[in-house]
């Protein structure tokens, strides 16, 4: 099954097409533009109509695809006109970092316990017990002893892709790591020109991970902030399941392989194959999952997933520093368990935009281009419009609810439903067409 047929046209040409559309007779107008990646997102922005590649330093530009580096070193001494856009926002580490996620969700629970009670707070019970090392260590080690034979997983909380991941069930592997040169007490760093010592999560791991012929997976779902005060966000219908290589199993539980469902990870074992990959889109996983359990299930499990996405934006909406110029592309990673129960496994500020295979890249190419068509520079929609491309609009300052317009594969009582439909319908050129031609007559009117 290929659901993204629409996104393998050739670059540049999909937009070429709409170009026509939606500018009419107009020339469009120059976008200015900067990247500092050179994969996907270079091709998107110079396949653009109208957008320039500017390589100089001191040459005024209009939209930045930045690194983090940049955001740390240059953004607070820059001047940036009202029409700039750049793509992360000033402290996008407040909900991407392993640890700051965790502290954001666990005061988010706190107040909506205060506010309205423990059966509301009990919607932030989506991730697995948490705990940052080395501050909390002293207090990890008291739950691990109240939950005997438990499985747990450490991460480093700044790094991606698998780096520095493991396995232990008991406190005594735990105590080789602590006493190895990742683990020292921050009080025993005196010298200022000591790197600072790399903090970890520990986290209670996830034993009765849903399988699909034996696996372990995980799902990719990428989300769009344009605006933290009010909050905006968009959901992506597209994204990935990746599987692990090799069949699960707790019986050995360092071999990566079968645990972690990192690409970087898996490319690297003996038979993995690049072409094939270890991939469904995320239209395939909601066909299946639906089959073998029915609509019913698999809707409250994609809604409940919307509710990760939401709650977990709003758990660090007050601390976000919310800037017009800026905008967010996030990575979610979601394990779905025995139960079809969602968990949120981890947040990335920087998902990868490097294709694995001709299929990924049409998915990201496709992607990216959605995020330029909601951020508008061009100024050709209305503003009003509720799905751009493959992007829907879930939240906007309060959520935003499904319409029923009898083309969607979801339950009939729509009214209670967010309008998110991840997995669903890839009619991405159709819609791009119909909004570009509506914004062009309302324009025209108003």
Not at 88 to 102: A, D, G, I, P, S
Not at 197 to 205: D, L
Not at 430 to 435: D, F
Request: glycine share 4%.
């Amino acid at each position: 099954m290929n659901q993204q047929q629409g996104n393998t046209t050739a670059p540049g040409k999909i937009q070429s097409r709409l170009s026509r559309i939606s500018i009419c007779k107009q020339k469009p107008t120059s976008i200015r533009f900067r990247c500092s990646l050179q994969n996907t997102i270079l091709d998107v922005l110079r396949a653009r109509p109208g957008w320039v590649e500017i390589t100089s330093e001191g040459v005024g530009w209009d939209f930045y695809w930045a690194d983090v580096w940049w955001m740390k070193e240059i953004f607070d001494r820059a001047y940036l006109e009202d029409q700039v856009r750049i793509n992360h926002f000033r402290n996008h580490y407040e909900l991407t970092r392993k640890n700051l996620m965790v502290k954001n969700l666990k005061r988010l629970r706190r107040q909506l316990e205060r506010d309205s009670g423990k059966l509301e707070a009990q919607k932030c019970d989506f991730y697995p017990a948490t705990f940052e090392l080395p501050s909390e260590y002293h207090i990890f080690v008291d739950e691990f002893r109240r939950n005997p034979g438990t499985i747990w997983i450490m991460k480093p909380i700044a790094r991606s892709q698998g780096k520095g991941i493991f396995l232990f069930k008991r406190l005594k592997d735990i105590t080789d790591w602590k006493r190895g040169v990742e683990y020292q007490p921050q009080l025993q760093v005196t010298d200022a020109s000591t790197a600072p010592i790399e903090t970890y999560v520990v986290q209670r791991y996830i034993e009765n991970p849903y399988l699909i012929g034996g696996r372990k997976f995980d799902i990719r779902v990428y989300v769009l902030v344009t605006s933290y005060n009010p909050l905006k966000a968009y959901l992506y219908r597209s994204g990935f399941a990746r599987f692990a290589n090799n069949r699960y199993s707790l019986d050995t539980i360092d071999d990566n392989y079968i645990h972690l469902t990192n690409v970087a990870i898996q490319k690297t074992a003996p038979d993995y194959d690049p072409e094939k990959g270890c991939k469904w889109s995320t239209q395939q996983l909601r066909m299946y999952l639906t089959a073998k359990h029915g609509q019913s299930k698999v809707n409250t499990l994609f809604q409940q997933m919307t509710n990760i996405f939401i709650l977990s934006l709003q758990s660090c909406q007050r601390v976000i520093i919310n800037d017009k110029h800026c905008f967010e592309l996030y990575g979610y990673d979601i394990l779905i368990d025995s139960n079809l129960k969602p968990w949120l496994i981890e947040i990335n500020a920087s998902p990868s935009l490097t294709a694995s295979n001709q299929e990924d890249y049409d998915l990201k190419f496709g992607l990216l281009n959605d995020v330029l068509n909601v951020l508008d520079l061009e100024n050709r929609l209305t503003g009003k419009e509720k799905k751009v491309g493959l992007f829907d609009l879930m939240w906007d300052d309060g959520p935003v609810f499904l319409e029923d317009n009898g083309n969607e594969d979801l339950v009939k009582a729509q009214t209670t439903l967010t309008n998110a439909k991840l997995g669903c319908v890839n009619d991405r050129l159709q819609n791009l067409k119909e909004i570009y031609q509506t914004a062009e007559v309302f324009k025209k009117l108003n």
